[in-house]
């Protein structure tokens, strides 16, 4: 299958950069000098670029220009624990999968993935459960060019995370941890309080493999389900 001519630039830079031809601090071809070697336009080579960028292979300095970034991965300050990380390694796993559906990308999630607004993506929800009880509601959208065979899987053993790291493991990946107020959906779900007013956790992580965007996860959770910092236990 022929690459798009976005995803030819993308290589190209790349094998500039893994065959060391490109150092760390290397100044890239701009975005006007990439149209000129590849006859496309300038929104086709600033995705290639920004794409780069994106996954901190290239980092972008308005003014100055677009260089090869320090790929040496930086020691995280305080580590996000997932309590389903845990619980999913034992016995007392198990989950209720909501939905399992392909659908149409919305203008955010295009943008999230780099693809067309209204291009297929895969969804699933699934609440996560420890001995029955409800510990976690994911929302994950996949990108089925990675992973078509998604919708056919059964979760309730096997987490969609368990799933996706045997069919596309990860090389990078980047979280947000926002405060948010459950719907009453998440709450029943989850059960809670109907009268509580307390807010929920939510940990928005994105994943890429193979250079291209693999999921994107909205992971909600009861505050005292979650903690910063390692495991002490």
């Known amino acids: 299958m022929k690459l798009p001519q976005f995803a ?3 290589q190209y830079i790349q094998n500039h950069i ?8 290397t100044r890239t071809p701009s975005e006007n000098d990439l149209c000129g070697m590849f006859s496309v336009s300038r929104m086709t080579a ?3 670029l920004q794409e780069l960028a994106d996954q901190n292979i290239l980092s972008r300095v308005p003014g100055s220009g677009t260089f090869v970034a320090d790929l040496a991965p930086a020691k995280p300050s305080v580590e996000i624990y997932n309590p389903v990380d845990r619980v999913r390694q034992t ?5 209720r999968t909501l939905s399992l559906e392909a659908i149409s990308a919305t203008p955010e999630l295009a943008q999230l993935f780099h693809i067309q607004a209204g291009g297929e993506i895969f969804k699933v929800v699934i609440v996560h459960l420890d001995r ?3 510990i976690q509601w994911q929302t994950t959208y996949v990108n089925p060019q990675l992973v078509p065979a998604f919708l056919k899987q059964n979760y309730a053993k096997v987490s969609p995370d368990a799933y996706l790291d045997w069919i596309v493991p990860a090389n990078s990946l980047d979280h947000q941890l926002l405060a948010v107020l459950p719907t009453p959906l998440q709450r029943r779900e989850l059960g809670l309080n109907a009268e509580s007013s307390a807010v929920c956790l939510q940990i ?3 994943c890429w ?4 965007v693999s999921t994107y996860s909205e992971l909600v959770h009861p505050a005292n389900q979650f903690y ?3 495991d002490l236990a």
Do not use: E, M, T
């Open 18 to 25: 893994d065959s060391g031809a490109w150092p760390v601090g």
């Open 91 to 95: 016995d007392g796993y198990s989950s």
């Open 204 to 206: 928005n992580r994105r």
């Open 8 to 10: 030819l630039i993308k």
């Open 46 to 48: 600033r995705r290639a």
């Open 132 to 134: 029955a009880q409800p």
């Open 209 to 212: 493999s193979k250079q291209v």
């Open 228 to 230: 910063l910092g390692p």
